[in-house]
């Protein structure tokens, strides 16, 4: 045991920069694993939030479509040879014709023109449409 104690000794001393390198290997590679980890979260967060808002831009353009649709229906409406006495529900024609402007207004996507169109697109999020 005498004579081995000096080589058990060496075996040690020799191993413990290796241990060190190894544990050093280990920290390596599980921080690379976590970088990579974390750009895949990134990037789906990305692909998810670019097809929520392609999925926000086509609803706005389906809107707009259905608005068009709306809007042909006021103007057939006003071009209607109506009295102007005609009251409904205590509103005039008028009023209702307002009143029906008013809405189509504040639904049509476009209203601030296409910065605003995008500015809306823009703040889609990956967390806006849950499914």
């Given at each position: 045991m005498d004579t081995m104690l000096p080589d058990i000794v060496a075996i040690f001393v020799a191993a413990g920069p290796l241990l060190v390198q190894q544990r050093k290997d280990r920290e390596a590679a599980e921080r690379e694993r976590q970088l990579a980890e974390t750009r895949r979260y990134e990037e789906e967060r990305r692909r998810k939030r670019d097809?929520?808002?392609?999925?926000?831009?086509?609803?706005?353009?389906?809107?707009?479509?259905?608005?068009?649709?709306?809007?042909?229906?006021?103007?057939?409406?006003?071009?209607?040879?109506?009295?102007?006495?005609?009251?409904?529900?205590?509103?005039?024609?008028?009023?209702?014709?307002?009143?029906?402007?008013?809405?189509?207004?504040?639904?049509?996507?476009t209203v601030n023109g296409v910065d605003g169109v995008f500015r809306q697109i823009a703040a889609i999020t990956d967390w806006t449409y849950r499914d």
């Amino acid at each position: 045991m005498d004579t081995m104690l000096p080589d058990i000794v060496a075996i040690f001393v020799a191993a413990g920069p290796l241990l060190v390198q190894q544990r050093k290997d280990r920290e390596a590679a599980e921080r690379e694993r976590q970088l990579a980890e974390t750009r895949r979260y990134e990037e789906e967060r990305r692909r998810k939030r670019d097809a929520n808002r392609w999925r926000r831009f086509q609803e706005m353009a389906h809107d707009w479509r259905k608005l068009a649709t709306v809007r042909d229906f006021l103007a057939a409406l006003r071009s209607m040879n109506v009295g102007p006495s005609t009251e409904i529900e205590g509103r005039s024609v008028a009023e209702w014709m307002a009143w029906g402007e008013n809405w189509l207004e504040r639904a049509d996507p476009t209203v601030n023109g296409v910065d605003g169109v995008f500015r809306q697109i823009a703040a889609i999020t990956d967390w806006t449409y849950r499914d």
